[in-house]
Structures are given as C-alpha cells and as structure tokens.
C-alpha cells in the first residue's frame, strides 16, 4: 500500500466522522428536547375526595355512576363468596351472618329474626344507604371497626356495585338508586350520607 492510498483512506474515515458530527449537530437541533423547568416526570393524579385510591390505582369513579351500569346477574354471581355466612331470600335463616333481604335503606343492626349483632354494628347506628354498604363491603373491618364480619372485603368497585343492585332487588320495594348528578359527597336520594332515615315518619321493616 503506498502512500497516496492511505492517504485516500484516512481522507474517507475522517469524511465520514465529520458527516456523522454534522449529522448528530443537525439532529440535535432539530429534535431538542424540551427541557422541563423542574427535573423528573409529571404524573397526573387526579385527587378523590373521599374514599381514596382504588385497588390497583384504577381511578375511583362514583358509586351512582359505577351502580347504573352494574349487572343484578353479576351481583348474585358475586354473592356467592356471602353465602357461606348469609342467606338472601325472604324470610331466609340467619346463619354466621344475618339474612340480606331488604338490606338497603334499612337500619342497621337490627330486626333480622334476633340475628345477634356486633356492639360495633349497633352502635353504629343509621340506615344502610348505597354509599354506607359500598363502604363496608369494600373492607368491613376498616368502615366499621368490631364488626364481627370477618370478610376481607370486595376490592373491586365494580363487583360492589354489581353486589348492591343485586340486594337493592332484593325487596319488595326497592330503593330508588342513588342520581349520578349528585355523585360523590352529596347525600343520594335525599338521605344524609351517614344514613339517618330519608323519611322520619317511616318505620323499618323488619
Ligand atoms: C365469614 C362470614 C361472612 C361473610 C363471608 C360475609 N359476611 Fe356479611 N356479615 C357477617 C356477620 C357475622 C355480620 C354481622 C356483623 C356485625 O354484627 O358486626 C354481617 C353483616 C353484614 C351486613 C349488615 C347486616 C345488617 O343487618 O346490618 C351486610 C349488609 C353484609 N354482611 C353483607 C355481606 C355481603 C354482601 C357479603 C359478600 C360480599 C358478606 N356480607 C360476606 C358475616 C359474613
């Protein structure tokens, strides 16, 4: 190899290194980075007021919104995890737990053919509304501490929701599901969201 090529080889190598500098400036300038005033990620978290995250940081939509596209077919599928400790149909035995029928909208820890009820429970007072059940359904021990219900809960939302239109069917007059306009904090159909009775003059059934 001679002189003149080497020569000929370096002059291609260092073309080469200059195009690819240049190629690299350009690219650079065309494509900068935007570079974020603060460093590290913006991560949207959209702030629930009560209630908290849902399981798996699925954002938590509402109960009203969850309950009006819930299944009653779902809900008794999903009960089946209950019926080790609760029978549903009228008039049905209590077993561990009480029966259900014709839970929503009434009192809690009460009647149910004398079912023995926590001190917790009874204490506790008030009418089970959608907003109460969900609550208790998705962890008993948390929404309400001493309950004697000693099931882990119901993580997800829309099997609680599924649940609850199913013993909402359970009555001989269902209560009204709660307007997804007034979702959230807002008491549904007129109740106080601690359950106090809608309608004072109306007694329990039992
Ligand atoms: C391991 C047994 C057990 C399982 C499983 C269970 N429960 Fe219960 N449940 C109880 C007991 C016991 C009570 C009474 C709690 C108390 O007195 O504190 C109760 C109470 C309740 C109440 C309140 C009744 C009232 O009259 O105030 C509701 C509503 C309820 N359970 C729904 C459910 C649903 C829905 C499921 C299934 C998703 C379920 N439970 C699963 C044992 C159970």
Redesign the pocket.
Known sequence: MNSFELNKILGAVLATCLMLLALNIGASALFAPEKPEKPGYNIAVKEEGAGGPAAAGEPEKPIAVLLASASVEKGQA??K??????TFEKGGPN????N?YD?IG???????GG????A???AKGGN?SFED?NE??KN?RAA?P??????A??SRDTV?AD?LVY?RSLSDSPQPLPAAADAGAAPANGKPANGAPAKPGEAPKH
């Open positions: 999903a009960a995890q209950c019926a080790s400790c609760h077993r561990v737990g009480p259900l839970i009434h009192e809690r820890g009460t009647g149910r079912f023995n009820f926590s917790a429970m009874k089970w059940l208790f359904l008993p309400i001493g309950t004697n219900m000693t099931f809960g119901v609680r649940l013993l």
